[in-house]
């Protein structure tokens, strides 16, 4: 078939299979009736287009005001008990295939080639930012410090409310924070867990800080099982690769929004009555994105760890809610337990 004479809905229906499928080009060929030299010219244009098209449509939006940002924390609050929280991140690698004269720059820690996803998440399985390309190499911290999101952060070209009040009791002005694991840094406006041996308190605090964060962990994982692409390795020059995996990050809101409930199947379900959680199917799946590489960094500012003692602190009393013992199968102290 002709180039000049496949229709735009050719191309389109044609990389709509490409990106769930993964398919090849050559298995796309007895489908659709193209050359795989033909599919290979056009796969990438339609992926910028989808791009420029639901970016138009602010299909991915980051938040550009304190207001936005504390629309996002309300969210975060109310369905996942965490005051104060804007977003949760994390990173995962995608395989490509090794670009010439490149050496080990791609070359991540689980011995494959490949570029980072860096994504933060609303209370609402959405991706707010997405951000595709960094190196595999930079895979333990590297990716927080070299992202831009986290450039403007730094550069203070990204307004985060200002400190407030946690809802209750007398723990200071508290900063709005992101909800990361142990691959990203600690600091002021990004909690992770702690680590080693745990006290009741610590561990109440990971366990509520892990609800939050679980989103994200939610939003790759339907993302890679509704988009097979990101589970094979892209033949694809680095920066092509990441235009076609940011494509999957606009199509996954989209469709969110379009069609929630047929979309949004096999994610994890929690059951506070029961204090259960029950995993998404996803996470059964064969085939896992690989993980960022825990970082090194462990010097953490002072200020940053007397945020994460006093959320650590708020959880375990004021901002206790009643379930969270029973989770953990911890005894539940004397003090009151409202329900935030």
């Known amino acids: 078939m002709r180039d000049d004479v496949i229709t735009v809905h050719q191309k389109l229906s044609t990389t709509l299979r490409f990106l769930p499928t993964g398919q090849s080009y050559e298995g796309l060929k007895f489908l659709t009736r193209i050359a795989p030299q033909t599919i290979g010219q056009f796969i990438l244009p339609t992926c910028n287009a989808i791009i420029s098209v639901l970016n138009k449509k602010k299909i991915i ?4 005001s304190k207001d936005e940002w504390k629309e996002l924390s309300t969210s975060f609050k109310r369905k996942w008990n965490f005051p104060h929280c804007i977003g949760a991140v994390d990173g995962k690698h995608f395989n490509i295939k090794k670009p010439a004269y490149s050496g080990s720059y791609y070359y991540n820690y689980k011995k494959t080639f490949s570029i980072v996803l860096f994504g933060i998440a609303n209370a609402n ?3 707010i930012y997405a ?4 190196n595999g190499r930079a895979s333990d911290g590297g990716v927080q410090s070299n992202s831009k999101f986290f450039e403007q952060l730094e550069n203070d070209d990204i307004t985060f409310p200002d400190p407030e009040d946690l809802p209750v009791g007398n723990y200071g002005k508290m900063p709005y924070v992101m909800e990361g ?3 990203f840094a600690l600091s002021e406006n990004l909690m992770k867990p702690f680590t080693g041996q745990l006290t009741d308190e610590q561990r109440i605090y990971c366990s509520r800080l892990s609800r939050a964060r679980r989103i994200i962990e939610n939003c790759f994982g339907i993302l ?3 988009f097979r692409i990101l589970f094979t390795t892209i033949n694809l020059a680095p920066e092509k690769a990441a235009r076609i995996t940011l494509a999957c990050c606009y199509l996954h809101n989209y469709i969110l929004k379009k069609n929630r409930q047929l979309y949004f199947q096999g994610a994890d379900i929690e059951n506070i009555d029961t204090a259960t959680v029950q995993e998404g199917s996803w996470r ?3 085939q896992q994105l690989v993980p960022l590489q825990p970082t090194q960094k462990r010097n953490s500012t002072t200020c940053a760890e007397q945020v994460r003692n006093k959320f650590c602190q708020y959880f375990y009393t004021d901002g206790a809610v009643p379930w969270q013992w ?3 199968g911890l005894q539940q102290p004397s003090a009151r337990v409202e329900q935030q």
Not at 61 to 64: D, F, L, S
Not at 131 to 134: D, F, K, N
């Open 131 to 134: 951000e595709a390309g960094a």
């Open 326 to 328: 029973k989770m953990l």
């Open 284 to 286: 059964s799946d064969p």
């Open 125 to 127: 399985y959405e991706f």
């Open 224 to 226: 890679a099982s509704r």
């Open 61 to 64: 939006e980051t938040p550009t």
């Open 181 to 183: 694991d142990d691959a």
